[in-house]
C-alpha cells in the first residue's frame, strides 16, 4: 500500500508517504508558509521512493481540528489529489495524531492544541493493543479552566496549548501530570499510521466526504472583542 498523508493544522507543515512497509517524511515549523510548502514536499516524498502519484493507493488527512486555514488547505490538498488520481481519502484526527507522540505506557493522554482567543482543543486518548491510540472521549474547544477530566489518573499532556495554559490544565488534572511537553505538534507520520489501521478497516471515504473538523464556528474576534481581551 502506498499511502499519502498530509498535515497542516498548525504551525508544522508536513508530509509523510507510507511506502514498501516504510515512512518517507518531510516536516517544517513553518507559520503561514504551509500553501507554499505543502506540494514541493509531497514532491519529495515521491521522488525518494522513486513512485509517481499515480502509484499511490490512498490520500491521508489530517481533518483537525487547528487552526481554520491551516485546516482547510490540508482538506483542499487531499480532495484535490484524490479527486485527480480517483483515490479514497481517510481523514484522521490532528489531536489523536498529537497524541501518538506522547509516552508509550498505561497512563491516558491528554492532547491540546492552543485554539488562540483564550481556548484549546483537547482531546482524551489511551494507547491501543497496536501501538497507536484510541479516543475515550469527544474532542472538545473551550478555555482551559473548564476543561474536564476523570479523575483517579495520571495524564501525559502534549501539544501546544500546555505552553500556553500549563498552570490552569495542571489545575485541571487534579495531580502532576505523568510528562508534559509543549511545543509539539501534530505530524503526518502520525497521520500515516493512524490512517493506515483505518482504511485496512475499509473507512477510506470518497474525496468529497473528507471534511474539516474545526470544533468552532467562529474563527475570529470582532474588532470590539479584540479590544476588550486588551483590557
Known sequence: MNLLAIETSTESCSVA??????????????PRRHAELLL???????????????????????????????VRLAISAAQGIALALDLPVVPVSSLAALACDAPVD?????????AR??????????????GLVEAIG?????????????GGHSWHVIGSGW???????????GAAPASARGRCYPQATAIARLAAREFMAGHGLAPELALPVYLRDKVAMTIEERQQARH
Open 117 to 130: 482567543m483564550g481556548e484549546i482543543y483537547s482531546g482524551t486518548f489511551r494507547r491501543s493493543a497496536d
Open 17 to 30: 508517504l507510507a511506502c514498501n512497509g516504510e515512512l518517507i517524511t518531510r516536516s517544517e515549523f513553518a
Open 163 to 173: 505552553d500556553s495554559y500549563a498552570e490552569m490544565i495542571r489545575l485541571r488534572l
Open 138 to 150: 469527544a474532542e472538545h474547544v473551550g478555555s482551559a479552566e473548564m476543561l474536564k477530566l476523570p
Open 106 to 114: 498505561a497512563n491516558p493522554i491528554l492532547a491540546v492544541i492552543d
Open 40 to 70: 514541493p514536499m509531497c514532491e519529495e516524498v515521491l521522488a525518494e521512493a522513486g513512485i509517481s502519484r499515480r502509484q499511490l493507493d490512498v490520500i491521508a488527512v489530517g481533518r483537525g481540528p487547528g487552526a481554520f486555514t491551516g
